[in-house]
């Protein structure tokens, strides 16, 4: 036990750093970035105001290629059906074909207007295009295209396809459109026309699926977009991506750098710790742990554990403590992740602290004004020693501090 006792001090008294969950990687430009697209953990391609070029790694973001497509358009969508087959699109309603892997690119149809997004249920492609407002659509797997008129003139954002047959669009204005015949009629499922859609997607053969867009904004349908309801995000940035997986996980991306998880099929989602403040365009997961997210400046984020767990509080109001207080987190001693809870008598201005054996601050896990009620908070130490760490609490006139264990 003595020996457990004095190892724990050592490391203890070691620098610690805790690093976000997802990391940035070093990109060969500085230009903003819209699309991503991996096949698998390791190779994929990200493109966006590059002059036309799409950018390839075969290692996981370590080393990237140059690709053109001897255009000057801005790229704002990419889909890949396989390894060697995948097209682009955007501005000029430009849209190219790979079939080698992206080392060459044959343009298919072009125009006037911008293709903002690109949906694929083999072998029919779908190409939301706006001003003009149009649906083009491939029956051939991307080598030709035809444009559809629709219903509606609102600049189109978002495109998802559950069948051939079956798919939503979504833009500016609140405009959620779903369609039953690939295209041919249109039923309006619009919402509130003070927000801008941007994407939206469902859970695999399923009828549960989100929209996206500004001042956080995010609806839900259980019933295959026959209805939608407000899901609370608990931000007002603007979400440009969402992503879904199996049933249960999702992310969703936007601007200063949010990036958000549910774990429960989108009833509720968790803010994640993120290296960076730009802006966040689109997200793509090539599993539940392997993802890679794109954003302004040419900023790359790749996570290898689904961004770790979620930062931020979980709160019930429906009861009111008589007292405040800080307990004792569990498990302890832990490895990574303990619960911390505290209780909240009245509406506090309440910062909660992690440090280290020697006083250093690791971490604030909460800095803001909060309401009465039980609240808990998960601490992940994922990145840190073994060691003896204190986590302390301030709400108006009260102050506590407790003591817990990290094993590895």
């Known amino acids: ?32 970035l819209y699309s991503v697209f991996f096949n698998n953990a390791t190779t994929g391609y990200v493109s966006g105001s590059l002059n036309g070029n799409v950018i390839k790694t075969t290692d996981g973001g370590t080393s990237w290629v140059f690709f053109s497509a001897d255009t000057t358009s801005t790229f704002y969508d990419m889909y890949f059906s396989d390894l060697q087959t995948g097209v682009v699109g955007g501005s000029s309603k430009q849209i190219y074909l790979t079939t080698n892997g992206g080392e060459n690119w044959n343009l298919t149809t072009s125009g006037s207007g911008t293709i903002y997004s ?36 609102d600049i189109l954002k978002g495109c998802y396809f559950q069948s051939n047959l079956l798919g939503f669009v979504c833009g500016s204005n609140g405009t959620l459109w779903k369609t039953t015949d690939g295209c041919v009629t249109w039923n309006s499922r619009q919402q509130d026309s003070s927000y801008n859609f941007e994407k939206l997607s469902f859970f695999n053969n399923s009828t ?54 549910t774990w429960d099929g989108g009833d509720n989602w968790y803010a994640q710790n993120t290296p960076t403040s730009n802006t966040l365009y689109a997200i793509q997961m090539s599993g539940a742990n392997n993802g890679y997210i794109v954003g302004s400046g040419g900023v790359v984020l790749r996570t290898n554990n689904g961004g770790g767990p979620p930062i931020g509080v979980i709160s019930n109001k429906n009861e009111i403590p008589d007292n405040y207080a800080l307990m004792q987190n569990y498990p302890n001693p832990f490895n990574p992740n303990t619960i911390i809870k505290y209780l909240l008598p009245m509406s506090s201005f309440v910062t909660l602290t992690v440090y280290d054996n020697i006083g250093n601050e690791i971490t604030k896990l909460v800095n803001a004004s909060q309401s009465a009620g039980y609240y808990e908070v998960d601490f992940n130490g994922e990145n840190l020693g073994s060691g003896i760490y204190f986590y302390k609490i301030t709400a108006d006139n009260f102050t506590a501090s407790r003591k817990m264990v990290l094993i590895k």
């Open 118 to 153: 690109i949906a694929f249920k083999y072998p029919v492609k779908y190409a939301a295009s706006s001003s003009p407002t149009v649906i083009d659509k491939s029956t051939d797997g991307g080598n030709s295209w035809v444009s559809i008129t629709p219903p509606f003139s």
């Open 208 to 261: 549960t699926g989100f929209v996206v867009g500004s001042g956080g904004v995010m609806l839900k349908t259980t019933d295959s977009g026959e209805s939608w309801s407000s899901v609370n995000t608990e931000t007002t940035n603007t979400l440009y991506s969402v992503t879904l997986l199996g049933t249960t996980l999702g992310w969703a991306v936007g601007e200063n750098g949010i990036i958000l998880k």
């Open 1 to 32: 036990m003595k020996k457990i006792i004095m190892i724990l001090f050592f490391l203890a008294v070691l620098p610690l750093n805790l690093y976000p969950q997802w990391t940035q990687l070093s990109i060969p430009t500085s230009n903003d």
